[in-house]
């Protein structure tokens, strides 16, 4: 690991570097003393790109984890700084993806892939930055909704220092060809551009090619509520191109154990920056629990003080037996009236009886980092399947899905992971019905992306499940419903103030987080 760490802290160096540059564009496209090609390591700002893929704290703690992981019901807090949980607002949370990824991940990512263009040696690398620009700006508009695109990242480039914002549709109609180009170059043949500068494949064209026609399915079901027939092609695409076969193609990163940007966010933030804030909502326990869900000695632990974090004498792990954890209810405070939590029906007599996320998994700071995985595939197919649009049967392809999700917990460092008995006896407790078939395979992928927030509200947006009862408390913004979006930056209205005005303007609540993304239009 320690070749990596060198490599990724070498990266984030990089990049940083690049955005401390960028404070004044204008000056930086007519500086001759600006960093130019011959002297840029565009490997390392592949590797910078695909990291800040992965999430950095800063981004991870405010729309990850604060904002999305409590409208989801994932977690809960009592904090007030923890937005999400009861719909309060937050300028600089809402903006804090687009403010650390727009001038960093979207900036090297457009670098490589325009050194890379013209390079006929290196088609494989051009093409893979292709896909890894396609899943920056995807997540980017799933969260903002319109955003700068065609423009986007290119003010050392071109000179666009107020790039225009682009309609979501066209975005994913864009993002769709480019995924549909760079999988179908790939060659295997051909040169490994990236090696070991590559942290998900070590630029394996192969599992490029699989990991492209996957995100072309989870893309293409996005696209399921607003445009069923594109929607239906693009699956269709993904399908016939060939999708990740089991969970050894998972796309994912591997991570230090340590606090720096090469550490797993969500694991840096939940034990080690903000370790006693948070705990798992009774929402999802209680799912858990009331599903008999084996997952659930991974997914939660009760600690005696889980405020001692990571890296201090005697950092608390916890009690991971499944009958002994406790969600705590979203919506909830400390400050002693009708919503203090002492109040909540199933208090446990002191906030440490609530479960927290399980610091031998997933919460460890080198726990991995997974973009896109097989389990996620196989629910999106169930549902495809559902609906008509694959051959195959969707109660397979939903027992595909459980399994691979459960057997996935052996990649998080979690032992021998579920066994294969307990999976069965899930599986039998809990049998697919095509009555409920599209509850239930989105109820499972909620369960399955668990702290891939991001993704998780995205899903619920799309599908609607699971069904989640919002939190009503006062000082909201959305009149007591789920938030929908990500609001834009307060400095767009001064710095890029036509283009924002224009994109505003086609949301008719305006730049809310009640107003919906164009996939999310309401039925």
């Not at 208090?347 to 440490?352: A, E, I």
């Amino acid at each position: 690991m320690k070749t990596k760490h060198i490599l990724t802290t070498l990266a984030i160096s990089t990049a940083l570097f690049a955005s401390s540059c960028k404070k004044n564009l204008e000056e930086i496209n007519l500086d001759p003393t600006h960093i130019t090609a011959g002297s840029m390591d565009y490997k390392l700002l592949f590797t910078a790109a695909e990291v800040y893929t992965s999430g950095t704290d800063y981004d991870v703690w405010r729309n990850n984890l604060i904002y999305a992981s409590t409208f989801m019901q994932h977690l809960s807090s009592t904090q007030s700084y923890w937005n999400g949980d009861k719909y309060t607002y937050s300028a600089g949370y809402n903006s804090a993806y687009w403010d650390r990824n727009f001038p960093n991940q979207i900036t090297n990512i457009m670098e490589v892939v325009n050194h890379y263009k013209a390079d006929a040696a290196n088609s494989n690398g051009y093409n893979i930055a292709r896909i890894i620009r396609v899943i920056a700006f995807q997540r980017m508009t799933d969260l903002y909704g319109d955003i700068p695109y065609s423009e986007a990242g290119l003010g050392y480039i071109s000179g666009i220092t107020k790039p225009k914002y682009d309609t979501q549709q066209a975005i994913y109609a864009d993002l769709l060809k480019e995924l549909s180009e760079a999988a179908a170059a790939l060659d295997a043949a051909k040169t490994n551009t990236f090696g070991a500068a590559d942290l998900v494949y070590k630029g394996d064209a192969g599992q490029w090619k699989k990991f492209a026609y996957s995100q072309m399915l989870r893309m293409g079901m996005r696209l399921s509520k607003v445009d069923q027939a594109n929607a239906q092609k693009w699956v269709q695409a993904a399908v016939a191109g060939g999708l990740f076969a089991s969970n050894t193609d998972n796309a994912m990163i591997a991570h230090d154990a340590n606090t720096t940007d090469a550490s797993n966010g969500n694991g840096k933030v939940l034990t080690y920056q903000d370790p006693n804030a948070t705990r798992v909502s009774k929402t999802f326990i209680d799912y858990l629990r009331t599903t008999k869900d084996p997952r659930m000695r991974y997914i939660a632990t009760v600690a005696t003080n889980p405020g001692i974090g990571f890296g201090t004498t005697g950092f608390d792990y916890g009690d991971t037996t499944a009958t002994k954890q406790i969600g705590m209810p979203n919506g909830y405070d400390e400050n002693g009236a009708a919503t203090d939590i002492s109040k909540a029906s199933n208090w446990p007599g002191n906030l440490n009886g609530y479960s927290i996320v399980n610091r031998y998994t997933l919460a460890r700071v080198d726990a991995p980092t997974f973009l896109l995985t097989y389990s996620e595939n196989q629910l999106l197919l169930a549902e495809a399947a559902l609906r008509g649009w694959v051959t195959g049967d969707a109660a397979t392809y939903y027992k595909s899905g459980v399994t691979a999700a459960m057997q996935q917990f052996t990649q998080t460092g979690g032992g021998a992971g579920v066994t294969d008995a307990e999976i069965a006896a899930y599986l039998g407790a809990n049998p697919f019905s095509i009555a409920t078939g599209y509850a239930q395979i989105n109820n499972q992928y909620w369960v399955a992306t668990f702290l891939d927030e991001y993704e998780s509200w995205s899903n619920w947006r799309r599908s609607g499940f699971p069904v989640l009862t919002p939190v009503v408390y006062f000082g909201n913004v959305t009149n007591g419903t789920i938030p929908r979006r990500f609001t834009y930056p307060v400095s767009e209205a001064s710095a890029n103030s036509d283009n924002y005005v224009s994109a505003v303007s086609r949301y008719a609540a305006g730049d809310r987080m009640t107003s919906r993304v164009w996939w999310d239009a309401a039925q």
